[in-house]
């Protein structure tokens, strides 16, 4: 009896992690951070990430990633689609991406950079990091940096996030050295800005922030980022320029790290794609490394995000759920 409790036991455990679906499994041991998920023209899911070199040092970046999926178990590595050796102005610091449709292209907006941080000594730093914007024909590049140049060198900024709205205005947010809270309208041909940085409305609450995701839902438009760079947290407004009132945290910290994530829906159901600093094999690294997962994000009646947990299961039974949710409308 004792033996058959625990083969019950066992197969349940099984079975439980079999489901696992966080991290997301991108068929290899690649550290992925900062996702950022589109859905494009064909249907399936596009996730841009930047990449963690094994065990890497502060930081130390050199190039971005596409998967794609059509049910957010079974990805596909498109590789690195852009490196920061393909760039003449930035040697280091490939970090936060996001991406763009417009025109008939594809848009990879990266922030890239150069130069050293000293964390001991700030005022020896040398580090300088900007925003970069690469085209392709196709969703999963190569990319081409046609500017050949950051889209701005003064202030200094990194993780770009941006909106192209229903009217095909496209709106840049960034996290900036005294310029968070800002955003820029690009040019039509998406290669420079248009005007000058606006500093939004945030009702009076501007926290420390890194890595801004705006999407719109339902007419109202969401200002989300890791406050403090660590907790999710997010605004809402009638417009993508604010003025935007502060809502509250919608996923709380874990291990004292910091977080990036974007937020899309696909075939119907909402998704929250993040990052977790997951224990290493000790043989490889000695300390914890960044992978990306994903969660459902629900919304109460008013809009509002509800909080939301980490799990292991991830969105695992996404088709089914796509599927229970088509039978149940019929
Ligand atoms: O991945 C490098 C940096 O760490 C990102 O740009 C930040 O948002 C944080 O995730």
């Known amino acids: ?25 991108f068929g290899s041991d690649i550290k992925t951070a900062d996702p950022s998920g589109h859905v494009w023209q064909d249907g399936k899911m ?9 065990c890497q ?32 102005w930035a040697d280091n ?16 907006v990266f922030p890239a950079g150069t130069g050293h941080k000293d964390r001991v000594n700030p005022e020896k730093s040398t580090k300088w990091m900007g925003i970069g914007i690469a085209e392709s024909d196709t969703p999963t590049g190569p990319f081409k940096d046609v500017i050949d140049g950051p889209l701005w060198r003064t202030p200094y900024a990194n993780d770009p996030s941006m909106l192209v709205d229903d009217d095909g205005k496209a709106y840049l947010y960034f996290h900036g ?36 995701w705006i999407f719109k839902r339902g007419g109202k438009y969401y200002f989300t980022m890791p406050e403090n760079n660590r907790s999710l947290a997010y605004y809402m407004s009638d ?43 000790p043989s490889s690294c000695h300390k914890r490394q ?25 969105v695992a039974d996404f088709v089914a759920r796509v599927k229970a949710a088509s039978t149940h409308k019929d």
């Open 239 to 281: 417009s993508p320029k604010g003025p935007w009132a502060y809502k509250g945290i919608f996923m709380d910290e874990e291990h004292n790290a910091n977080n990036h994530h974007s937020i899309v829906e696909y075939k119907g159901q909402w998704i929250l794609f993040y990052h977790r600093w997951l224990e290493s094999d």
């Open 93 to 108: 610091y490939a970090w936060a991406p996001d991406a763009a449709y417009k025109n008939g292209k594809y848009y990879l």
């Open 290 to 314: 960044r992978h990306s997962a994903a969660e459902y994000l629900h919304f109460d009646d008013d809009g509002t995000i509800r909080k939301v947990e980490r799990s292991e299961q991830g």
């Open 1 to 25: 009896m004792k033996i058959n409790k625990l083969a019950l036991l066992a197969l349940l455990l099984g079975s439980s992690a079999s489901q696992a679906q966080n991290p997301l499994d």
């Open 46 to 54: 596009y996730l841009y990430t930047s990449h963690d070199e094994e």
């Open 57 to 88: 040092e502060d930081f130390w970046m050199k190039n971005w990633h596409v998967f794609s999926s059509e049910d957010l178990v079974n990805w596909k590595d498109h590789g690195a689609v852009l490196s920061v050796d393909d760039l003449s």
């Open 177 to 212: 050295t005294n310029f968070d809270y800002y955003v820029v309208e690009m040019a039509e041909d998406m290669r420079s800005i248009k005007g000058d940085f606006q500093k939004m409305d945030m009702g009076g609450y501007e926290p420390k922030m890194e890595g801004p």
